[in-house]
């Protein structure tokens, strides 16, 4: 029996969010972060872009792959404006973010994502579960919150399922142009042991659970080294840093160069 660990590789995801305004441009980013990501030996590269330039993107290989920004839970119907799991899967998307933080205060609530976690399993596409407080305050009332956003996303999910889902966390209060302030690394790192212990509470695991753990805020290429080597993630959700070329890649760089 062959006994060799495999080594775990970090995972970088791009939201591109409601951006670029062209097709044109959107081919230009992707096909700059897909020549440096696919040479990426310890980084596994995920990028989300709208609906409408996935067809025109094609990914090859596992290294680098797509993922989508959100997903509808049946398969096809009568929905209109949505984008169903299965059509999603045709154009070959790995990845879904589920949950962000944009899409909560636009009204999506615990249970309607919890099916399009069901729904992307079913389909093959890994879940990026998005958690986060809106506020942070001293008595710790945002661990209550954030237990009850992984419990109700995560119900009547089977154990076998915490290995094919990703859990990022994305503290509201550190995220664009109105943030408060970055968290501390010593922050981020007691959040992700917390995460880690709801998960393995609600699968009644005495092992650390497989899920893999992202960290999203304002993460760019002056503070990804940081993030990675003292948040205790396995990874990064960047926004607004995956729209520059020139800063993607050098994030992907950097993260590459980082012992796990």
């Not at 440096?36 to 409408?52: F, G, L, Q, S």
């Not at 899967?89 to 399009?116: C, D, F, M, P, W």
């Not at 042991?193 to 805020?217: M, N, R």
Request: net charge positive; proline share 4%.
């Amino acid at each position: 029996m062959n006994m060799v660990k495999e080594k775990q590789k970090w995972l970088v995801v791009a939201n591109w969010k409601m951006n670029p305004v062209s097709g044109k441009l959107a081919k230009q980013v992707f096909s700059s972060v897909k020549k440096v990501a696919n040479k990426m030996r310890n980084v596994d590269t995920v990028v989300c872009p709208p609906y409408i330039y996935m067809e025109n993107m094609k990914t090859s290989g596992h290294r680098f792959v797509l993922g989508a920004q959100d997903l509808f839970p049946v398969g096809e119907g009568s929905f209109t404006g949505n984008i169903s799991y299965l059509q999603l899967k045709n154009l070959g998307v790995k990845y879904s973010l589920i949950g962000h933080s944009e899409k909560r205060n636009q009204g999506e609530t615990n249970e309607a994502i919890n099916e399009k976690v069901k729904a992307g399993l079913k389909g093959m596409i890994t879940p990026i579960i998005c958690i986060g407080e809106k506020e942070r305050d001293e008595s710790g009332e945002y661990l209550k919150f954030i237990k009850e956003q992984i419990s109700s996303s995560l119900s009547g999910l089977p154990k076998t399922s915490i290995k094919d889902i990703v859990v990022a966390y994305e503290p509201v209060w550190a995220i664009g142009s109105t943030a408060k302030r970055e968290p501390t690394t010593k922050e981020i790192f007691e959040v992700t042991i917390f995460i880690k212990k709801v998960l393995s509470d609600i699968y009644d695991t005495k092992s650390v659970p497989p899920t893999k753990i992202l960290y999203g805020g304002s993460v760019d290429d002056k503070n990804v080294e940081i993030i990675l080597k003292e948040g205790g993630v396995d990874g990064v959700l960047v926004g607004r840093a995956s729209l520059d070329p020139k800063k993607f890649s050098e994030i992907l760089k950097k993260v590459e160069n980082i012992k796990r």
